[in-house]
T-cell receptor, first 113, second 112 residues
Framework: KAGVTQTPRYLIKTRGQQVTLSCSPISGHRSVSWYQQTPGQGLQFLFEYFSETQRNKGNFPGRFSGRQFSNSRSEMNVSTLELGDSALYLC????????????FGEGSRLTVL | GENVEQHPSTLSVQEGDSAVIKCTYSDSASNYFPWYKQELGKRPQLIIDIRSNVGEKKDQRIAVTLNKTAKHFSLHITETQPEDSAVYFCAASMGDAGKSTFGDGTTLTVKP
């Protein structure tokens, strides 16, 4: 069974640009969540989607947005990039609708110059 | 919202010793407490988890204990090996699948 796949793996952008990251969950998983990981900050929750609906949102500015498609694939978008947005963005999928194991992708490493 | 504090931030032990990492959470409604291991350059992976209706859970050299009254839970690794060296994250969640609050991580180094 294929794991969680994230693309692109690495990308470099400049301040003010926007970026779209993609995540394909494990087949059959309907919950997809996104986390931002920075050194010393652990994993910060961005948002979670279930059956194309955003169920939860973390404390990030409106520049961070996302969506989920009918095949459970998800995208997140960051507009007007800032230097502080440089981070590893992890996508995770879950089989159940309620709290349980998260299966993480390898992440998309974003560098903002 | 939920807040999870994790200690220590770094831990160094000799091979064969035990390692203990502790986490506290703030929201008594949290009912699921997983631990993830993240090796350098790799994705976090679940190593053990516990739900609020259980006080302790073991899996070979790894165990987790939960004290709901005090709102803290701990990871215990016995007979540590060099391959246990990694960053360990605790987390707390309730309700929906994907929303978890993570601790800041503990970098465990096991010296051979």
């Amino acid at each position: 069974k294929a794991g969680v796949t994230q693309t692109p793996r690495y990308l470099i952008k400049t301040r003010g640009q926007q970026v779209t990251l993609s995540c394909s969950p494990i087949s059959g998983h309907r919950s997809v969540s996104w986390y931002q990981q920075t050194p010393g900050q652990g994993l910060q929750f961005l948002f979670e989607y279930f059956s194309e609906t955003q169920r939860n949102k973390g404390n990030f500015p409106g520049r961070f947005s996302g969506r989920q498609f009918s095949n459970s694939r998800s995208e997140m978008n960051v507009s007007t990039l800032e230097l502080g947005d440089s981070a590893l963005y992890l996508c995770a999928s879950s089989l159940a609708a309620v709290a349980g194991e998260l299966f993480f992708g390898e992440g998309s490493r974003l560098t903002v110059l | 919202g939920e807040n999870v504090e994790q200690h220590p931030s770094t831990l160094s032990v000799q091979e064969g010793d035990s390692a203990v990492i502790k986490c506290t959470y703030s929201d008594s409604a949290s009912n699921y407490f997983p631990w993830y291991k993240q090796e350098l350059g790799k994705r976090p992976q679940l190593i053990i988890d516990i739900r609020s209706n259980v006080g302790e859970k073991k899996d070979q050299r790894i165990a987790v204990t939960l004290n709901k009254t005090a709102k803290h839970f701990s990871l215990h690794i016995t007979e540590t090996q060099p391959e246990d060296s990694a960053v360990y994250f605790c987390a707390a969640s309730m309700g929906d699948a994907g929303k978890s609050t993570f601790g800041d991580g503990t970098t465990l180094t096991v010296k051979p």
